[in-house]
């Protein structure tokens, strides 16, 4: 998800609420079942105006940061949020 105009401490923010809202509910299924959604997050920031890179490369970056990210909260034993400055 993309959340332009907002510091990466604010998308943490923003993610381990989604995290608290989503792993708190169950969701019912069209046979009267339920299941019980999770995930891990990665969060990164980026801002084109700090660096003279072209775009290309920056998107490569970010999306690399994301990726590790992700796999750290992942590796941490998911239903977390990884971001820069966060440790799992």
């Not at 105009?5 to 923010?13: G, Y």
Request: hydrophobic residues 40%.
């Amino acid at each position: 998800m993309l959340l332009p105009h907002m510091p990466e401490d604010q998308a943490i923010v923003a993610a381990e609420k989604w995290l608290a809202k989503m792993t708190s509910e169950r969701i019912g299924l069209p046979d009267g079942s339920h299941i019980h959604v999770s995930f891990s997050a990665g969060v990164a920031q980026f801002s084109p105006r700090d660096d003279p890179a072209p775009m290309e490369t920056n998107i490569d970056h970010l999306l690399h940061l994301v990726d590790e990210h992700l796999y750290q909260a992942k590796e941490a034993g998911r239903h977390c949020v990884v971001g820069s400055g966060t440790t799992a």
